[in-house]
C-alpha cells in the first residue's frame, strides 16, 4: 500500500461528500507538444534509432489528451529538472543514496484517458486516469509497464523501477490507476469501485503502450512485463490472473493481498489499532499487547518500527481502504475518527471484518485475488514488513498460487530484514536492508526465466549478509 499522498481536491462521483479533515496539495509540470487523438499526425517514417524519431506521429490510443516530448535524459537525472517528473510523487520510495543512472536520451508522453474523477492535479490537469510513456532511443526490445504504489500518481516508480528499467533499454509505462490521494475512495458509485478501476486502467495502458511501442520502433515488443511494489504488486499479481495474454511475466514486490474471506488489510490493521495503545504504554498490559500484535501477524522483532507504522500508516490505512469497502460502517462519518479509543462508536479500532454484512465480503471479493496466474510471477516481500505483515500476503498468495495448480509459475523470495518502506532503511541501517536491488535481481531473473529458459532459485527466505555494509545493501541482493 505504501503512503498516500495528500487530498488533492477530489471531485466526487456517485457518493455524497461527507465531512473530512484531509488536507491539499498541488503541483505544476511543463507542457510543451500537445496533440488530441482528433488531430494527431499519422505514424512517423524516420528511422527508429534516430534521436526522438516520429516524435509527432506518436498516438496513444484511446488518450483524451497527450503531451510529447524530446528529451536528452529519460531518467530522473534530467527529468527533476525538466518537470518530467514529480519528487514528491516517489519520496521515501527508495534509500537516499541510491545510485541514478543517466544517458538514455528519448521521447515521454504524458497524458490521460477519459475519466471523470479529477483527484490528479498533475500538469495543472485536474484529471484522472493520467499515464506516462517513456520510449529510449536505444531500445533493448521490451517494454516494463507499472501501477503506482499506494495512491500515488504516475511518476511514483521513476526511481524505484523506471530509472533501472530505462538504463537497461526498455519502454516504460506507469498509470496514476485512475484515483489518487486519500480520499481516493469518493471516486466510483459502489463500495470497491475505485480499487477495481486500478486494474482496468492498468490493462488498458498496457494495450496502449503497446500500440506506442509499435509506433515507435516499427515492431511490436519482444516481452512485455509488468511490475510494482505494494498496491503496484497487486496489479500485477490481478492481470497475470486475468489478463495473462498481455504479459510474458511480472514481478510482485511486496503486493497487497485482497481476499473475500480473509486475511485482508481489513482483518489485520485493527488488532494494531487496538493493541499498539496498550504496548506503547508500557506497564502489566504490555506483554499482553505485543502478543496479540504477534498473533495478528506483525512479525517478532520487528518493534521498533511499529511507533512509526502506527503514527503513520495502521491508522490512515484502516480508515480509508474500509472507507472504501465499507462506507456504511461509519455511517455518514466520512472514513472514520483518526486514533480513536476503542469502544468509541464505529471506531475502526473496533472493526471486525468477518463480522461485516454479506455486502462488505462481496465488495472485497470484486477485487479479490485467486492465485491462478497464468504467465511467471517472481514474489518478493520483506520479513519485517509491518503494514502488509509477510505471514498474512505474501506467504499465502504462494499457497494460493500453488493450491490453484500454478506453483510452477511461481518463485517465491521471503527478504529478511526487508520492510514496506525503503526509507526506512536509512533510519535503521543496523536492522533493515533495501528492498530496491532485491527487487532489481528479481527482475533480472525473470528476463532470464522467459527469454532463456534458466529458471530463477527455488522458494526460500533471502538472507542479510552478516558483513555487508549499507553502501552494499542499496546495490546488491543475490538470491542464491
Known sequence: MLPHHPLRR????GRPLRRT????????????????????????????????AGRTGLHVPGAARQQADCLDELTTAGTVASGHTDPADYAGLTPQDLPTPRGVPGIQIDGYFPDTSTTNT??????????????????????????????????????????????RGYAYAATDKGNTGTAFFRDGRRPGDAIAEWNTRLTQLTRAARTVVTQRYHRPPARTLATGLSNGGYLVRWQLEHHPELYDGGVDWEGTL????????LTFLPAALRHYPAYAAGGPGAARAAAALHRAGFPAGSEFLWPYHHQVYWDLTQRIYREELDPGY????????????????????????PDRPA?????????????????????????????????TDADVYARMVHRAGRGALLRYYRIADGTHTDSLADVFPDRLRPMVPCHRSAFTA???????????????????????????LRTTCPLS
Open 122 to 167: 498533475d500538469h495543472g490537469w485536474q484529471h484522472d486516469s493520467q499515464f506516462v510513456i517513456r520510449l529510449p532511443d536505444r531500445w533493448n526490445g521490451g517494454l516494463v509497464v507499472s501501477g503506482t504504489p499506494g495512491n500515488r500518481e504516475q511518476y511514483a516508480n521513476d526511481r524505484a523501477i523506471a530509472d533501472w528499467v530505462l538504463a
Open 330 to 353: 461509519d455511517g455518514d462519518t466520512e472514513a472514520g475518527t483518526p486514533f480513536c479509543t476503542p469502544g468509541t462508536p464505529a471506531c475502526d479500532a473496533d472493526y471486525a471484518y
Open 10 to 13: 477530489p471531485s466526487p462521483r
Open 446 to 472: 525473470l528476463e532470464r526465466w522467459i527469454t532463456r529458459g534458466d529458471r530463477p532459485p527455488a522458494d526460500h527466505t533471502v538472507p542479510r549478509p552478516p558483513a555487508a555494509d549499507p553502501a552494499t
Open 359 to 391: 455486502a462488505v465480503h462481496r465488495a472485497v471479493g470484486r477485487i479479490a485475488l485467486t492465485g491462478r496466474i497464468g504467465k511467471p510471477l517472481i514474489t518478493l516481500q520483506g520479513t519485517l514488513d509491518v503494514l502488509l505483515p509477510i505471514s
Open 21 to 52: 479533515a484531509l488536507g491539499a496539495l498541488s503541483l505544476a509540470a511543463v507542457c510543451s507538444f500537445l496533440v488530441t487523438p482528433a488531430t494527431a499526425a499519422p505514424t512517423g517514417t524516420g528511422p527508429a534509432d534516430a534521436h526522438c
Open 258 to 265: 485482497w481476499r473475500s474471506d480473509g486475511p485482508n488489510p
